[in-house]
């Protein structure tokens, strides 16, 4: 018995990468699967290959499952739309989404193009929003339901290079805690997952000094698209209806939880503030609460294992 027989699943995204694993995982747990992949390049600046997915969806069917393919871009509500009319209509309903479909634009904010940061925010925030549009109101009809959205740690800590993917990807966090909030009553759960894992969107990032080469290195060796699987796939699970609103990362063989935004200190002043006071008495309290710069790499010292 699998964790999510019975269950239909679309997964964007699903012709390479942590999506095809998702895909694969899905379906030996179980599941119905709608393999959706756009096949465009890295930036997204390509007609993409819609075989992609199909080659997927086979691999599923030719081990025994269940699978059909999808080539939309999530960056359309339309073809979300047809997405779920698909799982619906050829695989007879539709319970669980795991969406990583995703781009890559890099470069410094002074530099970046309208162009590179639109492309980006669209696949990953609206591509989230529409893929969510698109099913909630089904899942909030059966009352049962669950969203599996990737952030990334250059959203929640920060990367330099990455103003729009990591806007973008703190955006996703913002939409899946509100979508968790209102579809709570209805059974309808939305979650986050931060991947770490070697990919090809990983394998575009430059090589720039010795300690980036050795990092790069043990990320091949001890991160791939498989870690990612099986939290992912889990969050589908009727084990873990009690699970949404939540971030978690993954990275090789660990699995963490994310505290969320809450205040953590206050100054009151009854008479009001002005420039001055602010920067006499308040700035030099909250000094001492302030979040450091630092990237992943400093917040994750060491190599993933």
Known sequence: ?????????????????????????????????????????????????????????????????????????????????????????????????????????????????????????????????????????????????????????????????????????????????????EGERKNVRCNVITPTAWTRMIGTIPVKSEADAHRFEMMQKNTAPSHIAPPSVALLADEAKDITGQVFSVRGKEIFIWSQPRPIRNMTRMEGWTVDAVLEHAMPMFRGATTDLGNARVVFPYDPV
């Not at 993917?165 to 955006?171: E, L």
Request: hydrophobic share 40%; glycine share 16%; proline share 1%.
């Open 1 to 181: 018995m699998g964790k999510l027989d019975g269950k239909v699943v679309i997964v964007t995204g699903a012709g390479r990468g942590i999506g095809r694993e998702c895909a694969l995982l899905s379906a030996k747990e179980g599941a119905k699967v709608v393999v959706n992949d756009l096949g465009g390049s890295i930036d997204g600046g390509d007609d993409g290959d819609v075989s992609v997915a199909e080659q997927v969806a086979r691999e599923i069917r030719d081990g025994g499952g269940q699978a059909v393919s999808n080539g939309g871009s999530v960056t359309s509500l339309s073809d979300c739309e047809a997405m779920v009319e698909q799982a619906l209509g050829e695989l007879g309903g539709l319970h669980g989404i795991i969406s990583p479909a995703g781009i890559l634009r890099d470069a410094m904010l002074h530099k970046m193009s309208e162009a590179d940061w639109d492309a980006v925010i669209d696949v990953h925030l609206k591509g989230s929003f529409n893929i969510c549009r698109a099913s909630v109101n089904h899942f909030r009809d059966q009352e049962d339901g669950s969203v599996v959205l990737f952030s990334s740690t250059s959203g929640l800590i920060g990367n330099i290079g990455q103003s729009n993917y990591g806007a973008a990807k703190m955006g996703i966090v913002g939409l899946a805690h509100i979508m968790a909030m």
